[in-house]
């Protein structure tokens, strides 16, 4: 199975998410004055829409299988590689 939809974890996603945590931490140092009027700074502004807008979502949980410890979804009932059932986590 090489359809990459199925890969786990996402790798793309988890870059951004972590891009995404680096440049919300370098904004909160920012000392910018806020624009005559007092309204919301732009840049913040306009970074917290393209947040919105790439819609990435949380990381998708995962747990190793227990026969092949490849990848699945935490909430798996089958293994996507082996077809091992696979019993519920506890929460």
Known sequence: ????SFDL?????DALRA??????R???????????GGGADPLK??????????DIG????TRACPTCKRLS???ATL???????LRAEPQ
């Not at 370098?26 to 005559?36: I, K, N, V």
């Not at 293994?79 to 059932?85: A, E, K, M, N």
């Open 58 to 61: 949380p990381a998708i949980a």
């Open 9 to 13: 974890p996402d790798v793309k996603n």
């Open 19 to 24: 891009l995404i945590g680096t440049i919300e």
């Open 1 to 4: 199975m090489s359809d990459s």
């Open 79 to 85: 293994c996507f590689y082996c077809w091992s059932s």
């Open 45 to 54: 502004a306009a970074w917290a829409e393209l947040v919105t807008q790439l």
């Open 73 to 75: 979804r935490a909430n």
């Open 26 to 36: 370098e904004l909160a140092t920012l000392d910018r004055p806020l624009p005559a």
